[in-house]
């Protein structure tokens, strides 16, 4: 009996430890917050027309935590903790609102709230040109849409758009691609047909022939439909990501079911100005120039006597007259850097090329 004492003495002297250390955290994000609420005073005060969402900042508060952090915690769960601070923080000053390429529950919109958070105004729209145009129309101050795929390439109609826009590029994205197999029923027995979107069924398919070889699919324009139709249905389930699991609707009869692993989507985020050094940026520009013998090969001997790392080349036709193409680079670096900066330079000088920067934002971080 005893040790029995002994053993609840020392559990609740624990937790009582672990309250006390709650309590210090409660009152350090007060204070965190009122001088947050200081800033946004101080900028009003000064009339100052910068940016309040300052992606260099926050990706700086992020690579400093990082960097000095031992554990126990994951650094994983550290990021997400801070993106929520961060997000609640900017939230005093002012609601951000971000639309996305929607409808809800699909990758674009996990990507929207792990970059912000769940504090700002986050909505859908039906396409790629509705996401630009509610940024360009001042309706939202940012937005998120696909621009890449690791198995099926980039998405060219928001290539498209970055060409047309004012809109630069404020930060990157990079969502890894997993799928689970969620039901209201208890047993892989009990089900009959499976929804989900055509892509996610068709990076399933090892796994399904395995284990539901009788099981009739049907496709789904999107993952927010796929949810809806299996919650009418008896004996269904739906191919989802983590988003969508809700324990009181939904069980995970299997996660990870996608037959590759490492897959992952990448996405932009664009607004209307461009962000500020962090120290450590990227850079993504288009170009194009005359169909002439070596022409690109001078264009990238710019950048490698400056010695610019290129981390990509994409091109595709300009879709203004045949085999007249567009080249599209991602870069390490920012714009203000000066090698750049006389990269830049010699491109505009050169007759006949055109050069577009998409922006100059943080690399990823999260």
């Known amino acids: 009996m005893a040790d029995l004492n002994t053993q609840t003495t020392t559990l609740e002297s624990l937790r009582q430890a672990i309250d006390q250390i709650d309590d210090r955290i409660h009152d350090l994000l007060m204070e965190r917050a009122e001088r947050v609420r200081q800033v946004g005073e101080w900028k009003e005060k000064q009339g100052s027309d910068a940016p309040f969402y300052r992606p260099d900042r ?40 971000v639309v996305y390429l929607g409808p809800e529950a699909t990758f674009t919109h996990q990507a929207a ?23 360009e129309l001042r309706r939202a101050d940012f937005g998120v849409t696909p621009i890449e795929n690791s198995t099926e390439g980039m998405i060219h109609h928001t290539l498209d758009r ?33 929804y989900g979107q055509s892509t996610v069924i068709a990076q399933c398919q090892r796994w399904l022939a395995e284990h539901l070889p009788t099981v009739t699919f ?19 389930a739906v191919i989802a990501g983590e988003i969508t699991t809700d324990p009181f609707v939904w069980q995970v009869l299997a996660p990870h079911i996608e037959d590759r692993a490492g897959i992952e989507n990448r996405f932009l985020v664009i607004g209307r100005e461009m962000p500020a050094r962090s120290g450590q940026d990227k850079t993504s520009l288009m170009f194009s ?10 264009v990238l001997g710019i950048f490698a ?39 830049m330079a010699e491109l505009v000088a050169m007759s006949g090329v055109m050069v577009k920067i998409l922006g100059s934002y943080p690399r990823k971080v999260l």
């Open 289 to 298: 120039f005359p169909d002439q013998p070596g022409f690109l090969h001078q």
């Open 58 to 97: 926050e990706a700086n508060i992020h690579r400093r935590l990082e960097a000095r952090h031992q554990g126990p915690l994951p650094v994983a769960a550290l990021h997400r903790i801070y993106r929520e601070i961060i997000s609640a923080s900017l939230n005093l000053e002012r609601q951000l609102s």
């Open 113 to 135: 709230i792990k970059q912000f958070g769940s504090s700002p105004k986050i909505y859908p729209v039906r396409t790629i040109d509705d996401v630009f145009n509610e940024v």
């Open 218 to 236: 049907k496709e789904c324009v999107s993952t927010a439909t796929a949810l809806w139709e299996a919650q009418q249905t008896k004996g269904a």
């Open 162 to 194: 970055l060409i047309d826009s004012p809109l630069r590029i404020w930060g990157e994205i990079y969502l890894p691609v997993s799928h689970h197999l969620l039901s209201q029923e208890k047993e892989l027995s009990a089900l009959r047909v499976v």
């Open 305 to 343: 006597r400056l010695e610019i790392n290129l981390s990509r080349i994409e091109s595709r036709p300009s879709l203004k007259k045949a085999w007249d193409y567009l080249f599209f680079i991602d870069l390490e670096g920012h714009q203000e850097d000066p090698a750049i900066a006389s990269a």
